[in-house]
């Protein structure tokens, strides 16, 4: 099976900024701004005013992210039937492709097909949804994404219970003993990273902490790192 090239350090803590939280009219700068500061990857999030109430983000603008950095693109699909647009969003520049398990009726099938894209694969689960449904498709994911909002829109409060969570699946991972990454995405600023890294999570996304900063993206990844205890 074909895999991506791009390979995460394995035990490193990762900071993933969400463009969601920048200036929608220039995402190209965005990104720019970004290189050299200490984030390893771009977390973008697709929203199709479907599986969530809001639009968000389409192929050119992940095509124009692509032609302006060389981070790795994350994509975070929270659309109704991803399968129909795996390929596209491929083609487009996404380095990963991670789906919600709610909108997945095979989703060990997309995950198949995701990777055989040469993309990593990643599951997605609702606060809502119980860390269940993540445990039998773990040998075909390479990132475990556990919301700590409810997905649709940036600049929410961290749903703390959501690392319970967290805890539970980074515990499956290890007893099932495959290499999948565990991210948490909403409300993780310099408040709650510690706590994030704390119940397990590798992959922090972060959007208004990063673009929200007083003193620009760069100065925003940086206290994010420092506040997750990052060296
Ligand atoms: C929301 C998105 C998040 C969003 C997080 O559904 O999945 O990636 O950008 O934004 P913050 O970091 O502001 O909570
Ligand atoms: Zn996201």
């Known amino acids: 099976m074909p895999r991506s090239t791009w390979t995460p350090c394995p035990g ?5 900024p969400s463009v969601l939280g920048a200036d929608h009219g220039a995402f190209a700068d965005a990104v720019r701004a970004l290189a050299g500061s200490g984030a390893e990857r771009i977390h973008v ?13 389409g192929t050119d603008a992940v095509r124009a ?3 302006a950095s060389d981070l790795p693109l994350e994509l975070h699909l929270m659309i109704v039937e991803p399968d129909r647009h ?9 380095d990963g492709i991670t789906v919600h ?16 894209l040469d993309c990593r694969s990643g599951a997605a689960i609702n606060p809502s949804t119980p860390t269940e ?7 075909v994911c390479d990132l475990a994404l556990v919301m700590t909002i409810d997905p649709g829109f940036g600049g929410q409060q961290l749903i703390e219970r959501t690392l319970g969570k967290v ?12 290499d999948v990454e565990v991210e948490v995405d ?38 994010v790192r420092t506040a997750a205890g990052i060296e």
Do not use: W
Request: hydrophobic share 50%; charged share 20%.
């Open 133 to 139: 449904h993540l445990y039998e498709v773990l040998e």
């Open 12 to 16: 490193a803590i990762h900071i993933a």
């Open 186 to 223: 909403g409300g993780v600023d310099t408040e709650t990273a510690r706590a994030c890294v704390d119940a397990g999570a590798t992959v922090l996304v972060a959007g208004t902490a990063v673009f929200s900063h007083p003193d620009g993206p760069v100065a925003g990844v940086a206290a």
């Open 167 to 178: 805890a539970r699946v980074r515990a499956e991972i290890r007893r099932q003993g495959f």
């Open 86 to 94: 795996l390929r596209t969003f491929k083609e487009a520049g996404a």
């Open 45 to 57: 999030d697709v929203m199709d005013g479907v599986f969530v109430p809001n639009f968000a983000i």
């Open 101 to 116: 398990a709610e909108a997945c009726p095979h989703l060990h099938r997309t995950l198949c097909t995701i990777r055989d």
């Open 65 to 67: 992210m692509r032609l």
